[in-house]
């Protein structure tokens, strides 16, 4: 009788011992070829960077390379004293201003309904003199108008005189007389103009 070996070769498990394993084996691959990919972007991004930084560098040292204007001194100069002359002519000018709409609205608020003016004439207050002290000229103004009665003009007289800007209200003439077939009365108001400063 012939004796039979039932035991396993020895040669088919060193077999399978040596062949690698090829999914470990392309996982170990992958990793591998992954890094290199983040290596190679890192150091491009750092290179980009490190260049970007070495031109602020330099244009940071342009900048302070530029020298820094000197400081311009203001306390003498001619254009400030200029303009200090021309605000206080111009506070001067309009302090000396009479205010002619304000004036001639108050004198229309008050004139009576049957009452016209046929002229009209006003002049400002003269400037005081050199000497601050003196005090100004008043203005002169002087009103021509019509009306159908001497009581008329007695209320324009009355209330010409609580104007703020007007004073001394004075009637010149007051005549009965014709117009445009009509019995009407012509007359003449003067008064003063006050100076801004007097006004109330």
Same mark, same amino acid.
């Given at each position: 009788?012939?004796?039979?070996?039932?035991?396993?070769?020895?040669?088919?498990?060193?077999?399978?011992?040596?062949?690698?394993?090829?999914?470990?084996?392309?996982?170990?691959?992958?990793?591998?070829?992954?890094?290199?990919?983040?290596?190679?972007?890192?150091?491009?991004?750092?290179?980009?960077?490190?260049?970007?930084?070495?031109?602020?560098?330099?244009?940071?040292?342009?900048? +302070?390379?530029? !020298? @820094?204007?000197?400081?311009? /001194?203001? =306390?003498?100069? #001619?254009?400030?004293?200029?303009? &200090?002359?021309?605000?206080?002519?111009?506070?001067?000018?309009?302090?000396?201003?009479?205010?002619?709409?304000?004036?001639?609205?108050?004198?229309?608020?008050?004139?009576?309904?049957?009452?016209?003016?046929?002229?009209?004439? +006003?002049?400002? !207050? @003269?400037?005081?003199?050199? /000497?601050? =002290?003196?005090? #100004?000229?008043?203005?002169?103004? &002087?009103?021509?108008?019509?009306?159908?009665?001497?009581?008329?003009?007695?209320?324009?007289?009355?209330?010409?005189?609580?104007?703020?800007?007007?004073?001394?209200?004075?009637?010149?003439?007051?005549?009965?007389?014709?117009?445009?077939?009509?019995?009407?009365?012509?007359?003449?108001?003067?008064?003063?103009?006050?100076?801004?400063?007097?006004? &109330?």
């Amino acid at each position: 009788m012939r004796a039979v070996n039932l035991l396993p070769a020895k040669k088919d498990t060193r077999d399978r011992r040596r062949q690698p394993n090829l999914v470990a084996l392309g996982g170990v691959v992958a990793a591998v070829a992954v890094t290199a990919v983040m290596a190679m972007w890192f150091l491009n991004a750092s290179g980009a960077v490190t260049d970007r930084q070495s031109e602020v560098d330099t244009l940071h040292a342009e900048l +302070a390379a530029i !020298p @820094a204007p000197n400081p311009r /001194d203001t =306390s003498g100069d #001619a254009l400030v004293t200029e303009k &200090s002359g021309r605000l206080a002519a111009l506070s001067a000018a309009l302090g000396g201003r009479v205010a002619w709409d304000r004036l001639f609205r108050e004198i229309s608020l008050v004139t009576p309904d049957d009452v016209w003016f046929t002229s009209l004439q +006003a002049s400002a !207050p @003269a400037a005081a003199a050199a /000497d601050a =002290s003196a005090p #100004a000229t008043p203005g002169a103004f &002087s009103i021509a108008g019509r009306t159908y009665s001497h009581d008329a003009v007695a209320r324009l007289l009355s209330r010409l005189s609580i104007v703020p800007h007007l004073d001394d209200v004075k009637l010149e003439k007051s005549i009965l007389g014709k117009a445009d077939g009509r019995t009407v009365v012509e007359f003449t108001i003067s008064a003063a103009v006050r100076s801004p400063g007097a006004t &109330s």
